[in-house]
């Protein structure tokens, strides 16, 4: 039956995520006090979420030098503290002028 395979990696999935939700609690029953393995978790979710980021947005478009347009904008935009609202907006935008400046060069 197709539908077993399904269930047997949902199962597996679920029981992954649990467990790696549950080891550190059940290994760490104390406050950590050290300075290097307290500022190595703040930064885990800055990293995890830069990884996942950066490549989909060079394979967002359909060109890397119009997804480049697009990072590049969304940096300086960045940079100068605008809201993500605006980050994305205005990164769009420049993709968008990018790609209908491509199509005609």
């Known amino acids: 039956m197709p539908y077993t395979e399904f269930f047997i990696y949902l199962a597996v999935m679920a029981g992954v995520t649990y467990l790696v939700r549950m080891i550190p609690l059940v290994l760490v ?13 703040h930064y885990i979710p ?5 990884v996942m980021t950066v490549p989909a947005i060079f394979y967002a478009s359909s060109s890397w030098l119009t997804a480049l ?36 060069i």
């Open 29 to 41: 029953r104390r406050k950590i006090q050290n300075r290097f393995v307290l500022s190595f978790l």
């Open 46 to 50: 800055i990293a995890v979420l830069s």
């Open 69 to 104: 347009v697009g990072f590049v904008v969304a940096l300086i935009f960045a940079y100068l503290e605008k809201s993500l609202v605006q980050v994305a907006a205005f990164s769009c935008v420049a993709v968008l002028i990018a790609e209908l400046l491509l199509k005609y």
